[in-house]
């Protein structure tokens, strides 16, 4: 549908009308509001389309199409008349096809449906449905059984199923399992769901008996149901109306909140019985679901209802389920057992982000009901749990038994779920938070950078700004559903209105313009910033009958104004850079601002007092949002990273940092204005600063201490300079042509320094200041280095001495052409094609550990190393927050078939070839 309204013949340069039918759009079950979006964005975009939607009365279907404006109205059911003209066309093209009938019959016919239709397509259609398999002769008595009006119709299809011999119960169970299931069913569903069905899957064993049984059953229900594709829906919703309304008590003789529990249960033991590890046999790590093929038989067939809906059955139970939430319940044992294989199969059924959901939902209803349950504890863990690892899960399956088992918090409870999970090949876990940070969820743009973030109304979405594109997210699982093209500013803030406000803020430069929306007309100028203004926001709390304003600059200052003064009435510091951001909490009484120094801090506007500062971004971060209840905060980096945060709770590292050998001393850059770019060094007393090293011309990017402490390089674009800390001056300065400098490290000696610079490694005398060698890699950038401990090598194996370690991951030099005979033999020049990885390392992302080239390991973003080093099967991961994780691997147990690249039956069709090709060779000599 989507890429049908955007086909460029409709983009309404063309004469030609086009008119676009939806019919009946009140009975779209699946993605109906998306539907909805649809038909409300590109009815206002092309004018040479016209849209005609019938649906029934519905307010949430009237409210999504209300702002589209030149649109027509018209309500059938005040319109009798041309609705009666209508059926009696139907009528009289349907009775034309009973070509059993006489002329006189049919003419005898016509009178007795436009006598009895009122005027409804659905009773027409239903009695020619009889009428065709009815004998000429029968055609009247069949004509008297039928009823005037669809309710009458359909209470006579209920008498003659509840009067069908040994099958009437199966088909009343079956009418009440699609009337409270959330979306038509498959057969194989349908078994799973309904009881009474037991005893038919005992007997009819074979796959195609099954079947054909249970198609026998549903065409008992045939004035109810319609089966196609294996798929069971109702003929219309007025029948499931007719069910949960006028014969409730035929269909749910106990109730419809019990026959949501039946279903729950059912549920919960038919997935406890199919859920399992690795259902789908994919073995690899890292195997991506875009290349899964679901296996004949499907394994979850039966189970996909159940582990997309079984939460929704858990509210439709209402007060029947209050017994069943205590611990050692039935949910909460499905949850403590099978909580990690029901998210491995979400995984594979790509509904993942339906489980996110579902999960929140039951957090919700659990905690109204028994707030103080260990049930409630748990379903809290598991879905921060789940918000943190559901983007993995959902991209690569089996992560969920790699990856999560290893990155989640020490005491967090679904880590004990873990203990039989972990993988094998991994003998050295990496020391994590013993809880889970303030950041509930992270969502990744590949847009560029984020400018702004907004929460809608309600909460229950955001929208970010980046460069000509905005899109809308889902807060609640993180799922991107829509996005808004050609936006037409690069770098705007983007708002969700409450209201329609009458006064407006717009910047210019150092200078902040207030203008009334009513007439046009600017009424206010705020002057007071040094540097140019990034944002302003205005308080939701009316101090003043104008308000109060607070705006952000690049001077590092947030400023309050007073708008019916016209003054600055406060002014906040203490950020080390651009203020790029700021936001004021709902009941205006805490502001957020965001900045290029990476932080995020909480003011209270009234005393100025900086509250706290929230650190955890790797990049400036542009912009910042409070949730409406403000008990959350939302914000937007450069790298495309959105971050929802949880207050009051706090996060701060420092990157950038480096310690001396003898943990003496600590050397990080400083923020201060760009003639002097400074590095600072402190003491082992916190904050007391012993020199302060000046002399850089661009912003130091990082600094590293030479093995004894004496000495501290310092990295500038293309230039490393050596310091003495003791005297504050720097003793050598290498300079790098053409390339910036990447990474850069002392040998164990101190004597040498190598530094990455492009696709070359130099190495330089520490004390002559000289270049002694030069190593070139081939199409690959090396961006970190790391010594062998005997410093006779840049992490060679120091057996062979050929294999080194940069951050691409281990290089084969084994297969070079260029001479290894000695462990300092030169590597000017490395073909591609010789160049293999082995082992374990970091691919370009960062964002995975590979083995043999294959990825294996995702590093949750805050694990993502910027430099990294390997020591034996040790690696060490230095992260951006300052961080170092340590992790061990074994190969003794790596996941075969994922190195491979093979299943079973690709190397069996593989085996025979060779045998053939060598039969040839055999043959031709």
Not at 245 to 251: L, P, S
Not at 651 to 675: E, K, R, Y
Not at 876 to 881: G, K, P, R
Not at 891 to 906: A, L, M, N, Q, S
Request: hydrophobic share 35%; net charge positive; aromatic share 8%.
């Amino acid at each position: 549908m989507t890429a049908g309204v955007q086909d460029r013949e409709l983009d309404g340069t063309g004469s030609e009308q086009t008119y676009i039918i939806i019919d009946a759009l009140d009975e779209c079950v699946k993605d109906r509001g998306q539907l909805l979006r649809l038909v409300a964005q590109q009815s206002l975009k092309y004018q040479t389309v016209k849209w005609m939607v019938s649906s029934r009365n519905w307010p949430e279907i009237e409210k999504s199409l209300r702002g589209v404006s030149q649109k027509i109205t018209l309500r059938l059911e005040l319109n009798e008349k041309s609705i009666s003209q209508a059926v009696e066309a139907y009528i009289l093209s349907e009775v034309e096809k009973l070509d059993r009938y006489s002329l006189e019959l049919k003419q005898s016919v016509t009178k007795y449906l436009l006598k009895n239709a009122n005027s409804t397509f659905l009773w027409v259609a239903l009695v020619c449905k009889e009428l065709k398999d009815t004998p000429e002769e029968d055609a009247w008595k069949m004509l008297a059984s039928f009823p005037p009006g669809l309710d009458q119709l359909y209470r006579r299809m209920l008498e003659k199923i509840a009067n069908v011999r040994y099958d009437s119960n199966r088909c009343k169970n079956i009418l009440s399992v699609l009337s409270i299931v959330c979306r038509p069913i498959t057969l194989d569903e349908l078994t799973t769901l309904a009881e009474t069905l037991d005893d038919v899957a005992k007997v009819k064993k074979q796959p195609d008996e099954l079947v054909k049984r249970l198609e026998e059953l549903v065409g008992l229900c045939g004035s109810f149901l319609t089966l196609r594709e294996r798929e069971v829906s109702f003929i219309h919703n007025s029948a499931k109306d007719f069910l949960l309304e006028q014969a409730r008590d035929q269909i749910f003789p106990s109730g419809v909140e019990d026959a949501h529990r039946r279903i729950l249960f059912r549920s919960l033991q038919k997935m406890r019985g199919t859920l399992e590890r690795d259902i789908y046999k994919l073995k690899a790590p890292g195997f991506p679901i875009k290349k899964v093929q679901p296996p004949n038989p499907d394994p979850l067939a039966g189970v996909r209802y159940s582990c997309e809906h079984w939460v929704d059955h858990v509210l439709g139970a209402g007060e029947k389920i209050k017994l069943d939430l205590q611990d050692n319940g039935e949910i909460d044992r499905f949850l403590c057992d099978k909580f990690l294989y029901w998210l491995e199969a979400l995984s594979l059924l790509r509904s993942l982000s339906r489980g996110v959901a579902s999960l929140v939902k039951l957090q919700d209803f659990v905690q109204r009901r028994v707030p103080e349950s260990g049930l409630a504890f748990k379903v809290r863990d598991q879905c921060r749990f789940i918000q943190s690892y559901g983007k993995t899960v959902e991209t690569c399956p089996l992560q969920l038994y790699t990856s999560a088992p290893i990155f989640t918090p020490a005491r967090a409870f679904t880590r004990s779920l873990f203990q039989n999970e972990r993988p094998s090949w991994i003998s050295r876990l990496p020391i994590v938070p013993d809880a889970w940070d303030s950041c509930v969820l992270t969502l990744k743009t590949s847009d560029g950078p984020v400018h702004s973030v907004a929460w809608s109304p309600d909460g229950t979405q955001l929208a970010s700004a980046s460069d000509h594109v905005i899109k809308i997210w889902d807060s609640t699982t993180g799922q991107h559903f829509s996005t808004i093209k050609n936006y037409t500013s690069s770098n705007s803030p983007v708002s969700w209105s409450l209201s329609s406000p009458w006064l407006a803020a717009k910047f210019q430069y150092d200078t902040i313009l207030i203008w009334d929306l009513k007439t046009g007309r600017r009424i206010k100028t705020l002057s007071g910033h040094k540097d140019r203004v990034t944002s302003v926001a205005w308080s939701p709390v009316k101090a003043t009958n104008a308000g109060q304003l607070a705006s952000a600059a690049w001077d590092m200052t947030i400023k309050i104004w007073d708008i019916e003064a016209r003054q600055c009435i406060g002014t906040l510091q203490g950020h080390e850079n651009g203020v790029l951001s700021v936001a004021w909490s709902s009941n205006g009484a805490f502001l957020a601002s965001a900045s290029s120094d990476r932080t995020i801090k909480i003011w209270n506007p009234t005393s100025g007092q900086c509250i706290t500062t929230l650190s955890g971004h790797n990049n400036p971060v542009r912009s910042v949002a409070w949730s409406r209840n403000s008990a959350q905060l939302v914000s937007s980096s450069d790298n495309g990273e959105i971050k929802i945060w949880d207050i009051p709770k706090t996060l701060s590292d420092n990157s950038q940092v480096s310690v001396s050998a003898q943990s003496t001393n600590i050397a990080f850059p400083m923020s201060a204005p760009a003639s002097v770019n400074p590095v600072q060094i402190q003491g082992p007393t916190i904050g007391r600063r012993t020199a302060t090293l000046e002399g850089h011309r661009d912003r130091v990017k990082f600094v590293a201490w030479s093995p004894d402490g004496v000495y501290l390089a310092s990295v500038s674009g293309k230039r490393v300079k050596i310091w003495d800390p003791t005297t504050g001056k720097y003793t050598k300065t290498l300079a790098v042509e053409n390339e910036w400098i990447h990474s850069t490290a002392w040998s164990p000696d101190g004597a040498r320094l190598a530094l990455t610079s492009g696709k070359r490694v130099k190495i330089w005398d520490s004390t002559t200041g000289e270049c002694t060698k030069t190593l070139a890699v081939q199409n690959e950038w090396i961006h970190s280095i790391a010594w062998s401990p005997d410093g006779a090598s840049l992490r060679f194996d120091t057996t062979s001495f050929c294999q080194m370690h940069i951050d691409i991951g281990t290089l084969d030099l084994s297969r070079s052409q260029a001479s290894m005979g000695s462990k300092n033999a030169p590597m000017a020049h490395l073909p591609p094609k010789d160049a293999r990885y082995i082992g374990y390392g970091p691919d370009r992302s960062k964002a995975w550990i590979t083995y043999q080239g294959q990825r294996v390991l995702w590093l949750p973003p805050e694990y993502r190393p910027r430099v990294h080093a390997i020591s034996g099967r040790t690696m060490a991961l230095c992260c951006s927050s300052g961080r170092v994780v340590f992790i061990g691997f074994s190969t003794d147990h790596v996941p075969k078939r994922y190195i491979r690249g093979k299943d079973e039956k690709t190397r069996e069709l593989s085996r025979k070839r060779t045998m053939r090709k060598r039969k040839m060779m055999r043959r031709w000599g």
